[in-house]
């Protein structure tokens, strides 16, 4: 007696003849951020923009330009196979190390930083690279070395050595935001790979340490903290930036005063289209403007995670441990300048993701999130095909005769 085989269901990406299967909530989520930040930075740098270039809406014009730069560079890494990133780890880790180093000697000095290379049309911010150059870097690591980072300590070591060495040629700009985000994204991801929790304990307390050693040796780092914990001690000075953003997030109130309403945009508010993008989005949209960016960041992060678990089920760890850490950094990044925007956490130069203007800011973000498109088109989501029953040739061949004898019995 044969039995007629019950057809297995194929991948998604196999049974749509190769055509991409892309996460719909993470791919709204990032399309909604870019055209929510669009909107905003065209409000936020109208006045800013008018009285340094004469044209109002300069920025927006360049912030479209990055977008669709975003945009070009993201569509190309997609079609690229993961196991070339895993491949590539070790060199765009070093190509980065590379542009940190030349930033110290050739880059250009705005507000008192150095920390961009001055390309003609554009300037690039080594520091954005290197965020995501770590995550695929230790994405990589974490496949090759996983148990040597389980079992011994030199094998934790090495990455978190790494990161001393990225976190001082950042410090040395200075850049303390985006050293702070590499280094907790880089702890995430050491505990996300199995590390031993005293390790992790003792690594993270001395990590606080050395971070609270680094403010304290500092003095402008210092004041920082100290208008941080009472801004309207200096409301003037050292407190101006907080001050005027809590106030935004005050006139905001419930629904806003209407999209280019706000008034602290009108050189009040320092750096409105960048740093403090959300302040004005505050103002204007109001609470549920607030609510709703927040759950969209929210919903970025949960589905980087899901993302890494389908992977991770499917076998693939280096995807896993690719959208784990590329969740864990958006996520930190976002949490951080919001953060700051609410007088939560002390000012860092950290711009929001996906809304905030700046090219390589919004160009490397792409990136990420064409990374992550990409592991949920090769480990997409199976439907189980429905149970359907399984009948057997003979009782084909027979069912006619068993009707005519179940009537003649009835």
Known sequence: MSVRAIPVLRPLSEARHGRFVLDPWL???VLALLALGLVMVASASISIAERQTGQPFYYFLRQVMFVAAGLLVGALMLRTRLVYW?????????????LLVAVLGLGREINGS??????????????ELMKLFIVIYLAGYLVRRGEEVRRSVKGFLKPMLLAGLIGGLLLAEPDFG?????????LGMMFLGGVRLWQFGVLFAGTLGAAAALVLATPYRMARMTSFADPWADPFDS??????????????????????GSVQKLFYLPEAHTDFLFAVLAEELGLVGVLVVVGLFALLVWRA??????????????GAYLSYGLGLWLGMQAFINLGVNMGVLPTKGLTLPLMSYGGSSIVVTCMACALLLRVSHEHPLQKQPPVRRVVRQSEQKHTPTLKRARRVNA
């Open 239 to 260: 407190g101006f930036q907080l001050t005027q953003a809590l106030i935004a997030f005050g006139r905001g109130e419930w629904w806003g005063v209407g999209l280019g």
């Open 86 to 98: 895993e491949r590539l780890g070790p060199l765009l880790l070093l190509f980065g190390l590379v």
């Open 178 to 186: 985006a050293a702070a985000v590499i280094t907790a994204t880089v």
């Open 27 to 29: 791919l709204g989520t």
């Open 305 to 318: 995670f899901v993302i890494g678990h389908r992977a991770q089920q499917a076998g693939s760890d280096f």
């Open 114 to 127: 150095t920390r961009w290379l001055g390309l003609g049309l554009f300037n690039l911010q080594p520091s």
